[in-house]
């Protein structure tokens, strides 16, 4: 009982760095979109940023609940 409310936690603090990290992106593009691009770390935070937000992180938890997490590491 004690680890769902550790879990819980976690998902909503991954969820608030998250939104920092999103806000941050579009404050960058609002200064300058055309500098925004020209740096490699900002299109590598784009990257994480949208892969996040379209729930891959969340891929691993289904993985590991339904028993696929151990077969897709053989595969690799």
Known sequence: MQNYHYEM???VIDEI????????ILLKWYCSFTL??????????????VVMLMGVGKLDKCLAISGWKATLL???
Request: charge should be negative.
């Open 17 to 24: 760095i998250l939104g920092v990290y999103a806000a941050e």
């Open 9 to 11: 936690l976690f998902d």
């Open 74 to 76: 053989r595969w690799m």
């Open 36 to 49: 925004f691009w020209k740096c490699g770390w900002n299109i590598f935070d784009l990257f994480i940023v």
